[in-house]
């Protein structure tokens, strides 16, 4: 079975700084997808970025970025300029490739908080 | 375009009863998820519809049940209710249940067993 840790329960960064939200997983699978997700408070989930285990290069989203490394099973994302509007919780998510294998196992997430 | 719809948004029961929550998923969408989120255990996977079929299952009591109609629609069932089962339920859908496909997620509906 996979897990997924996000040992920051809670950050905060001051508006426009940059800031880097840990991720690890553990898996014996060899083609997967990670994802991170955001929950605004009262909001629904959506993505903000993904990533295909088979790909080298780092995926980037605007001012989101992510630093995989798959030898240390080690996804973390990246928030460049941060924005009031990025305050929400973060999710690190993991899915089997194939088709058929709709399942995320989500962290535990990390609260993230925008100051002014 | 409509996003994925999640009724009702709250609701309270006692334990003991028991509860349906609906999903409606984007227009031509044809998997759908469903989750439970609590502060103990977080995100959790409970199963996933495609085609009408369940195709995937997480690890819950068969108090949990769930089905999908032709339209994509879907609703979920926990009978029996018991206080631990108080959490935000969420349904997420994509096109096709490929994982290059984005999953869409609802508001939740928020469900408190007392």
Redesign the interface.
Known sequence: AQTVTQSQPEMSVQEAETVTLSCTYDTSENNYYLFWYKQPPSRQMILVIRQEAYKQQNATENRFSVNFQKAAKSFSLKISDSQLGDTAMYFCAFMNAGFGNEKLTFGTGTRLTIIP | KA??TQTPRYLIKTRGQQVTLSCSPISGHR?V?W?QQTPGQ????LF?Y?SETQ??K?NFPGRFSGRQFSNSRSEMNVSTLELGDSALY?C?S?L?????G??F????SRLTVL
């Open positions: 996003g994925v998997s998820s989750y977080g995100l959790q996977f996933e495609f195709r995937n997480g969420l997420a994509s096709d249940g490929h994982p290059t984005e999953l997620f609802g508001e939740g």
